[in-house]
């Protein structure tokens, strides 16, 4: 899956959560509370097809591609402990969803977008890619210009807290310190991840 540019609220709809946060698509989401395509006769969903409704929740909301999401499943399957904890865990630690749960963006996309653009550093050096994994430690900020600044300064006092404990955010310097790796009650996805490692596994 490349970015997906198609209606945010009809995935929102489809997965019965609200995977994309924009307020349009979550306005267009309450609009119609029932998934797509209910017009017709449905038949009831298989076991194959729950598990793929589970395995696209993950995707579209950390923004994943199918070989990345195999990717860090393998990684996950080579770590010790349960292999679907890992797999979320590694999600999170993702950068765009770190500074997206730091309160610096208001969506994951919005995360991505700024990492891309080069509107942050990770440990005082600038990056672009937001699949890097964070470490304990690690200390995230904007860039040294001012419109940047003003524009990370309006979109902290406007974010949605995230109630995130394992990062550290300073309002002022806009720094964002992984005080922490997340552990799998940290997560922020309520999805059977024992669905998806059995998707996956096959």
């Not at 994951?108 to 672009?128: D, E, K, S």
Request: net charge positive; proline share 4%.
């Amino acid at each position: 899956m490349g970015r997906y540019t198609g209606p945010k609220a009809r995935v929102n709809r489809r997965l019965g959560f609200m995977v994309f946060e924009s307020a349009g698509a979550i306005r267009a989401s309450e609009r119609k509370e029932y998934p797509p395509g209910m017009a017709q006769r449905r038949r009831k969903a298989t076991n194959y097809g729950l598990a793929l409704n589970e395995k696209q929740k993950i995707k579209f909301y950390y923004g994943l591609r199918e070989q990345h999401l195999r990717k860090y499943f393998d990684k996950a399957r080579r770590m010790k402990g349960n292999t679907g904890e890992n797999l979320l865990t590694l999600c999170e630690r993702r950068l765009d969803n770190v500074v997206r749960r730091a309160g610096l963006a208001m969506t994951r996309p919005q995360a991505r977008q700024g990492i891309v653009h080069a509107h942050f550093q990770l440990n005082g050096r600038t990056v672009t890619k937001p699949s890097i994994l964070v470490r304990s430690g690690d200390v995230i900020t904007v860039r040294n210009r001012p419109n940047l600044k003003r524009i990370y300064q309006d979109i902290v006092g406007s974010a949605s807290n995230t109630n995130c404990h394992w990062i550290s955010l300073d309002n002022d310097d806009l720094k964002a310190i992984v005080t922490s790796l997340p552990g799998y009650d940290d997560v922020s996805l309520p999805v059977d991840v024992g669905q998806v490692v059995a998707f996956l596994s096959r």
